[in-house]
């Protein structure tokens, strides 16, 4: 049995959604490795095709980082409404070190078109009544599942609601298959149907789980899991659950960087000073046969015995071209930067080393557009996330976390100085523009609650003087 067989027969699956995304996925995957059909290729030297590795920057990988580092750093905020929730959650964010879930997740969306992240809870203990469950120690858990183990059940255009997660697990050195499908109920409530399979030479053979629910109810309407993919129109694909990645529409921009850099590497390989040597010259006889030269010194050849006197000794140094290439691969890099939305000269090779730029950029530019953009669709995935794990640990935990109007600030200090800002903002605090609450929450990324009460705190720590004469 095959696990979209499983699905398609328990839970109405249909393969064909994934069957339209596999070969692109497929494509997107190898650029991200860094190994594509396209880095194999054959020589011809007059007599036998040579078998050839073309050299790669491995662009897929740095753009797909560079967009992961733009939008989520450790600058970025999410905010609770209070202060009780916000120490918890900070506590909850260090134990699961969520903060390197999202950058991941982000990465890995950005790079593979999408991901997901699923969150779950073990070590809950059911007591002997069986109505009640023990939850003293029980752990939340985020696990990032790739495209290969997605399996999207009901969707519409704005999300995913119901799904299916897959992934490996080894028990013993046995290979196992573990599926979690989440779906609605009659009441609207989210239940996790759980199932795990022996792997036997990929035959998957449903077994018994013993310390896992084959059914649980989440008891609410929040998800469990999270949808991440860029917001980028999909032109390869319609009516999809999944995304394209950063350079889907930049493959042969990638192509041509590999190939300019390929030919540097080739240029200097190949260009490289070479000594000429007959091969009666390689040794000469005093009796003890030594060597004149250094039989593992790669510049030096050796030339067939039909060499003539006059040919005993001679030299090979032409030229490099590197100059001119080097500036063919970042007029490359210009276009591949252009394409993928960080605009022009955002990457550039000065012979040796890839650089970005990393000067503040304006508020028009094409990156802050385009950086704009995929914030709006990456901040109800990172919501749905946090969401999740805060309901989980609260309800099924030791926590005690309101969500109640969170907060999702991302970081745009690479667009814009924040003291620039912030004079700004306290300029039009004075004009009475904008207000000592709004300042808060714009600058500081409070919530409206908890920007009201801390400038409530710093008026009662510092009265004015009417307030302290009619206190008396």
Known sequence: MKLE???????NYNPEIKDQVQNYYETWKSWYQGDTKFHHYFIYNGKNKI???RYTMNMAKQISEDWSDIL?????KISMTNDNSQDQFDDLTNKLDLYAIINQALEKSGALGTVATVTSVYDIIQNEDAMTLDVSEAKTRVDITDFDWIFPLTW????VTECAFGSIEYIKGQKYIVLSVHKLNDEGNYVIYNHLFRDNNSNLIEVEMDDTAKEFDTMSNVKWFSIFKPLLTNN??????????HYANA???LMSVDLCFDEIRNEINNGRKRIFARADMFNYDDGKQRLVFDPNDTSIYQLPSGATKDDLIQTDSDTLRTDSQIGALNTELNLLGNQVGFGENHYHFDGTNLSTATAVISSNSKLFRRKKKLE????SSIYDLVNSICYASSKFGQYNIDTADMVIQFDDSIIE???AESARARSEVSLGVLSKIEYRMKIYGETEEIATKKIQEIEASNPSVDEILNNK
């Open 72 to 76: 989520w750093s450790e600058k970025c």
């Open 5 to 11: 067989k499983f699905l398609q027969d328990n839970y």
């Open 417 to 419: 100085d924040k003291e």
């Open 236 to 245: 390869l694909f319609s009516n999809s659950p999944f995304g394209i990645p």
């Open 51 to 53: 078998p050839q590795t």
């Open 376 to 379: 709006i669709g990456y901040e």
């Open 156 to 159: 519409n255009n704005k999300e």
């Open 251 to 253: 493959i042969n921009n």
